[in-house]
């Protein structure tokens, strides 16, 4: 007779910076409906827990954690933040997963890459652990080889303009891009700023993962050198994370989607640079007098206390065909028939929903990694045109011309729409990231 394989129990500990924790979720929501048999402990600072999406799959139980990761406050730094996620939290987020679920052992436990202090606690309780890699993955081979880069290149603070456009086709899986698209502390910045550590603690921490999970497009160049998967235990290409796990429409406070009714299709530019970044205030005037100039209709995502960088009457002048928003449900946004393209500062998760929107971008890059997001969109998928330089206003009329009445903007159109139905068609059945889940669903199975 058979007996039944023991419980398998998974914690996810959800470390609470920017949109990680959200991202983890879906992950959860995902794998809990793939894997019924098994218990999913979603541990995270209770007030993290309210604003998720209600998960239908009930072995998904979210555990509210009380041992004090510090949450948001403008005052906290992101290192800070990172490390508030000490081997001792951990410890205790896991025993406590374990005794809200009745005592059964934790047997994995999963987490975002950037909480890769998790390696150290997962071996010494031999457990496996899964990173979410939420970044883009060209980044994190960057700076897994950011030894190499160096002996080769040399370090110069100020970075290499003379050598900016020159390509790394010495590290496999990183041809196409250039020396500037690079991310600080690599071979230019600062290489000891708390950032940058953390980032080279990262990549020396993810080879010792059982498992990287990269939320990507399909035909990804990585699958045809297969670099990243040298460096790594396990290296899993899954589709972006808002498709493997629909979400409800978030709130829209603001009235984005009604606004965006009553525009014509393909008329709107949507605007947002994310939760993290913004951009220079200079930069943001000249948007906006770029805005003004084109009369394009646009929706933008522009928190209030940045508004102060708008030129005077801008509000008043734009009325009709402009929105401004605290917050847009980005998802719901790139996916109405109205909006035309997306000006983004190429955060991996905005590039993949607009990705699966089937919306090009016009991208203006700030920091970490995007600059290789950015000339990944342009250079090897064609979905994504870069700005030259800051943003000024005849830029941004040029820009826009383009991608309204351009050729550009006609192929950018067609090649994201293709790279959308490859991307959707490879997570049904039969397709990679379909199979790459399948894997992983396998593993947590203990198969
Ligand atoms: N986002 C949103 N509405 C906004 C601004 C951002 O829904 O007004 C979401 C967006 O959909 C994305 C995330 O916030 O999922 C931003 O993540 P990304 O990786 O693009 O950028 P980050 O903020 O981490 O730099």
């Known amino acids: 007779s058979s007996q039944a394989p023991p419980e398998q129990h998974i914690a996810l500990l959800a470390f609470p910076f920017g949109t990680l924790v959200a991202q983890l979720h879906m992950l959860a929501r995902a794998l809990a409906s793939a894997v019924p048999e098994a218990i999913f402990s979603f541990v995270s600072n209770a007030e993290n827990l309210v604003p998720l999406p209600h998960s239908s799959a009930g072995n998904l139980r979210l555990v509210p954690f009380r041992g004090g990761i510090e949450n948001g406050g403008s005052s906290t730094t992101l290192f800070d933040r990172i ?73 110069a603070p100020e970075g290499m303009p003379d050598r900016a456009h020159e390509t790394l086709d010495f590290i496999p899986g990183l041809d196409s891009m250039r020396i500037c698209d690079l991310p600080d502390g690599i071979i230019s910045g600062d290489r000891n700023s708390e950032f940058s550590l953390h980032l080279q603690g990262m990549a020396q921490s993810l080879p010792g993962a059982a498992v990287v999970l990269l939320p990507s497009v399909p035909a990804d160049f990585l699958e045809q050198d297969s670099a990243i998967f040298a460096d790594l235990n396990l290296a899993l290409l899954i589709g972006p994370l808002n ?31 994310g939760i993290v970044s913004t951009l220079p205030p200079g930069e943001l005037t000249e948007l906006a007098r770029g805005l003004e100039d084109s009369h394009v209709s646009f929706l933008w995502s522009l928190k209030a206390e940045q508004r102060s960088c708008l030129p005077a009457g801008f509000v008043e002048r734009t009325q009709g065909r402009g929105k401004l928003v605290n917050w847009a449900p980005q998802v719901s946004v790139l996916g109405h028939p109205s ?25 203006r890059p700030i920091f970490g990694d995007q600059r290789m997001v950015a000339r990944a969109l ?7 045109a870069e700005f030259v330089g800051p943003i000024t206003r005849i830029s941004f009329m040029i820009a826009m011309e383009g991608i309204m009445t351009g050729i550009i903007g006609h192929k950018m159109r067609e090649w994201t729409q293709e790279l959308r139905q490859r991307t959707t068609e490879a997570m049904f059945p039969g397709g990679g990231l379909f199979r790459n889940f399948n894997v992983l669903v396998n593993l947590i199975r203990g198969r």
């Open 243 to 273: 498709l493997l796990s629909p979400q409800p429409p978030s709130p829209d406070p603001e009235g984005c989607i009604h606004w965006l009714r009553d525009r014509s299709p393909l008329s709107v530019v949507y605007i947002s640079f």
């Open 83 to 155: 490390m508030a996620v000490a081997p001792e939290k951990i410890r205790a987020m896991l025993d406590l997963a374990e005794v809200n679920a009745g005592g059964v052992p934790v047997s994995c436990v999963m987490t975002d890459a950037f909480a890769w202090i998790t390696e150290s606690v997962a071996e010494e309780k031999r457990l496996p652990w899964v990173a979410l890699h939420s970044g883009f993955s060209l980044a994190m081979l960057a700076h897994i080889h950011a030894g190499d880069l160096r002996s080769r290149l040399g370090f």
């Open 339 to 363: 909006v035309v393209v997306f000006v983004t500062h190429c955060g991996w998760n905005s590039a993949l929903e607009s990705i699966s929107a089937g919306v090009p971008m016009l991208c």
């Open 378 to 384: 342009e250079e090897i998928w064609g979905v994504g």
